[in-house]
């Protein structure tokens, strides 16, 4: 299973239309995982042509997405959990554990900083932002493969 993941695209703003760098990572996907800030419905239609989408509520997301402020799901026998904002970088793996107990995975955005960190009994990821880098070098989403329940590769790929 190929699910492709991805957080603070800030449309119209950041996200005119689909990134033909993004658009060639979608092709294909079995998901799409968006952690939030999204900011116009329209981008979720977009992603919709491509996978089934699923979303979180970011902070600059308003009563036109209409997405929960967490999420849980089963992702090919995967348990998934989604937020937008994890918090201080300090201690997040642990907090992490502490609100989502039964999650292989947790996904989150908010930062716009790639992140791919786990201790072998919870792993969280962070696929950074398509179109606002901010003082990252390059604009990135994620990729994640899931085979037979686990977890088996997960990328951050630069698209600008």
């Not at 998901?31 to 970011?58: F, M, N, Q, S, T």
């Amino acid at each position: 299973m190929k699910v492709v993941v991805l957080s603070d695209t800030h449309a119209p703003r950041r996200w005119k239309s689909c990134p033909p760098r993004v658009a060639e990572r979608l092709r294909g996907a079995d998901a799409i995982l968006h952690a939030g800030d999204v900011c116009v419905p329209g981008v979720l239609d977009e992603l919709a042509a491509y996978a089934p989408v699923h979303v979180v509520k970011g902070n600059n997301d308003g009563p036109d997405i209409r997405a929960p402020e967490t999420l849980e799901l089963d992702l090919g026998g995967l348990r998934v959990a989604m937020i937008h904002d994890s918090g201080a970088a300090r201690g997040r793996l642990a907090r992490m554990r502490r609100r989502f107990p039964t999650a292989d995975l947790v996904v989150f955005g908010h930062s716009h900083i790639p992140l791919d960190e786990g201790d072998g009994g919870l792993r969280i990821f962070n696929p950074g932002s398509p179109t606002d880098r901010r003082r990252q070098p390059h604009g990135t989403l994620g990729i994640l493969r899931i085979e037979d329940g686990h977890l088996v590769e997960a990328e951050i790929v630069p698209v600008t």
